[in-house]
């Protein structure tokens, strides 16, 4: 039933795939997640939906490869079909007219602010889409970005392309220089997500960070992806995943991301056989 229809490498170790989801793809919103089992012997990942076509009944992913979970859906190939996919799962974030929306992202979270900015954009926003990347060869979607936002800024942190620095910088200095930012959506990694939530607090500008890197489960029955906002315990899956970056207690959110760091590092060199549906090939070994 989930065939990947296509697939492409859009950056090194960043894959783009296209599923058949048409359920998931019928009622699906902006920040919102579906987990995926590649094989029935896979872990069950959460994904984040980056965009998707209702009519087609498609939906799509930007994978990182970081682990074996991810490796092993990359492995897969136009024509073969995942085990299971379950969604939308999450709470939508909200895409209402704030004024000027800027998006912050890196990693996957470039691909996943795709459709908030088209939402964001279609609400009567002015949309800027700050994206950074470790160097110029890890940038992707840009013609993609282009035109769904008003402004994109593109950051390297070895100072390869445009802007040298974090996304979080740039925003610093808008602040600073006086512009009016109404809202500010992070999406990435936690690290970049805290820069830039310590560069907007001060302005107090409301800003959200997408807490999708601490899930496991994504159902609010394995409790690994707990954080506390505000003082209060909350579920990245459940509750999220969109927090107030203001108020997200990083140091705890670090640790617990953290707690499974050695198994995931021992697993990525034994990555298992993939064992794809639908598809008359051999079975692939990484």
Not at 197 to 210: C, D, E, H, S
Request: charge should be negative; aromatic fraction near 6%; include cysteine.
């Amino acid at each position: 039933m989930f065939e990947i229809l296509a697939k492409r490498e859009v950056a090194p170790n960043v894959h783009e795939l296209v599923i058949r989801a048409p359920a998931i793809a019928k009622k699906a919103r902006c920040g919102q997640f579906a987990i995926l089992m590649v094989d029935d012997r896979s872990e069950r990942v959460p994904y984040t939906l980056c965009d998707w076509d209702a009519q087609a009944g498609t939906i799509k992913l930007v994978v990182q490869e970081v682990g074996q979970s991810s490796r092993k859906l990359v492995l897969c190939e136009v024509g073969d079909h995942v085990a299971h996919l379950v969604g939308p799962l999450g709470v939508p974030v909200e895409t209402d007219h704030y004024g000027t929306v800027a998006l912050a992202a890196g990693c996957y979270g470039i691909g996943a602010i795709l459709n908030i900015g088209r939402a964001m954009k279609a609400a009567g926003n002015r949309v800027i889409a700050i994206v950074e990347a470790d160097s110029h060869y890890l940038h992707y979607y840009r013609a993609e970005l282009e035109a769904v936002c008003d402004e994109l800024i593109q950051t390297t942190i070895d100072g390869s392309q445009s802007i040298k620095g974090h996304s979080a910088d740039v925003i610093k200095r808008k602040l600073e220089a006086g512009e009016a930012l109404d809202r500010v959506i992070a999406v990435g990694c936690p690290f970049m997500m805290m820069l830039v939530g310590n560069a907007t607090k001060p302005f107090a500008v409301k800003t959200l960070a997408a807490l999708n890197p601490i899930m496991l489960d994504g159902t609010g029955m394995c409790g690994a992806c707990r954080v506390a906002v505000g003082g209060q315990t909350l579920f990245a899956c459940v509750d999220g995943p969109y927090f107030d970056a203001h108020e997200i207690d990083w140091d705890e959110l670090f640790d617990r991301k953290a707690a499974y760091s050695d198994e995931e590092i021992q697993a990525v060199a034994h990555t298992e056989a993939v064992v794809p549906r639908g598809h008359t090939r051999h079975t692939r070994v990484a």
